[in-house]
């Protein structure tokens, strides 16, 4: 199963992997959704996986660790730490994956616009070769379906806050 075409994903250099996704919900909700682990343990992770360990210390210089729990029950774990915070419009962090060599910085970039938000989030991997075994591992289905979760998510925050206006 391949990316369902809502996540753009483009190579700008040979370390480089650019995803771009819009979401229909302010830029202020988007942020939050990647900022609360209420939030993250709703949506992170390709469907049928679960958030089972969600830590986040959400200023620079913390950092998070997130273990996702697939339907086979295997788990992959990731780590990170914040370089850069701009709420709402940018974050930036380092990332690594308990069973994949190497470190990436991950550059996510919020833009709102007609209260749509535009996600760009850009990885950028130690080596070409890094960045291409990432690529091969599934990065795109499993990203387009997190991104997927994400969307149905927001759709239901903004449900609820219509309701209470």
Not at 48 to 60: A, I, M, P, Q
């Amino acid at each position: 199963m391949k990316n369902t075409g809502t996540l753009k994903v483009t190579l700008p250099s040979d370390r480089e992997v650019m995803m771009t996704r819009v979401f229909d919900a302010p830029r202020h909700l988007v942020y939050e959704a990647f900022t609360k682990p209420e939030l993250l343990k709703q949506w992170f992770g390709p469907r049928g996986h679960s958030l089972v360990v969600c830590e986040v210390d959400h200023r620079v210089g913390g950092g998070f660790r997130f273990v996702l729990r697939g339907p086979n029950g295997k788990e992959m774990g990731m780590r990170g730490a914040y370089r850069e915070l701009a709420p709402p419009e940018r974050s930036v962090h380092m990332e690594s994956f308990d069973d994949f060599p190497g470190e990436a910085r991950v550059t996510t970039v919020f833009v709102e616009q007609d209260g749509k938000t535009t996600m760009t989030v850009t990885v950028l991997s130690a080596s070409k070769e890094v960045r291409d075994a990432v690529l091969k591992s599934g990065m795109e289905h499993g990203a387009a379906e997190t991104y997927d979760r994400l969307a149905e998510l927001l759709a239901s925050m903004e449900a609820a806050s219509s309701k209470g206006a």
